[in-house]
């Protein structure tokens, strides 16, 4: 074999560069498929879940763990609400509503005795601003009494599918028995077929409500507690809720991908709900743009 050349050898190294050049450049551009894939947020809730409007599963944490729900248990409230009576039917306030609120130290909608407002202002008085006055209202008015409308509660959530729910009130404040209990699964089952209504869709999703005095009743105004309404974009509502055995909980709603994604959590510390429950929306959002 003849001898090689300097000029071939330089000509061999050079060639042998390149492919391990070009190489490399194709193992780089195969791997950012892996790269792109997407963790899910720590969730430091007790119970989570999340699914979105074609049945994906997001995320799941002890989903099927009956727990208090605090105010969340304010959703079957409005649900029942919504299919009893008419949005421009007329309640009167009572003294009775008021102590309510006041006597069980819980979150009120400020509401005063002899006030005649609409059904319409008191469901954003109770899903704003969680008032257990205005939750005590509509029940006594639309049982009529508390033990009348807690039944149809129970009877909404057999009849929805809500095997893992029980309420023991309209409001879920501790007395009596926590308010009953529910799981993860069934509050986000309950949200989805809360939010085919138009008019809970449009008042879970408002961060402002005011009700002008009229002689009927005073002014009013109810900001809602749900903070995930401006921390990030296409949020729908939709509950807040605490009370100590349940922990902070957050039910939430948002578009991404173009299906609607629902979550809750169950559980959590107060701000943390909020971080966490936009986290979850844009892993769902990833998880959807990734099919």
């Known amino acids: 074999m003849a001898p090689r050349s300097p000029v071939n050898i ?20 195969a791997a950012p498929a892996a790269a792109r894939e997407v963790d899910a947020p720590a969730v430091a809730a007790k119970s989570a879940y999340v699914v979105d409007s074609a049945g994906t599963i997001h995320f799941a944490k002890n989903e099927t763990r ?7 248990v304010k959703v079957m409230t409005a649900y029942v609400v919504l299919r009893e009576g008419g949005l421009d ?6 003294a009775t509503d008021v102590r309510h609120a006041v006597r ?11 006030e005649r407002l609409t059904v319409r202002d008191l469901l954003h008085g109770l899903m704003l601003v969680s008032g257990a ?12 009494g508390k033990t009348a409308f807690v039944a149809k509660m129970n009877a909404a959530a057999r009849s929805l599918g809500l095997k893992d729910t029980r309420y023991t009130n309209p409001d879920g404040l501790p007395t009596p028995a926590l308010g009953g209990r529910s799981t993860a699964v069934d509050q986000v089952k309950l949200a989805r077929l809360a939010l085919r209504n138009s008019t809970f869709r449009t008042i879970v999703g408002r961060e402002l409500h005011l009700v002008r005095k009229t002689a009927a009743h005073g002014a009013h105004t109810w900001r809602n507690t ?17 009370t100590n055995a349940a922990g902070f909980c957050l039910l939430f709603a948002g578009e991404r991908g173009g ?22 929306l844009d892993f769902a959002d990833a998880q959807i743009a990734g099919g």
């Not at 069980?104 to 002899?114: D, E, V």
Request: without cysteine.
């Open 66 to 72: 009956r727990v208090p729900v605090a105010s969340l």
């Open 10 to 29: 330089l000509a061999m190294r050079i060639g042998g560069f390149i492919g391990a050049v070009v190489l490399t450049v194709l193992m780089g551009v």
């Open 259 to 280: 299906r609607q994604v629902v979550g809750v959590l169950l559980g959590d510390q107060d701000a943390r709900r909020f971080s966490t429950a936009r986290k979850l």
């Open 133 to 144: 006055d205005a939750a005590n209202a509509l029940a006594r008015h639309y049982g009529p």
């Open 226 to 242: 749900n903070k995930l309404l401006h921390l990030t974009d296409g949020v729908l509502g939709v509950k807040t809720g605490y």
């Open 104 to 114: 069980n130290g819980a979150t009120s909608a400020s509401l005063k005795k002899g």
């Open 89 to 94: 039917d007329v309640v009167t306030i009572t």
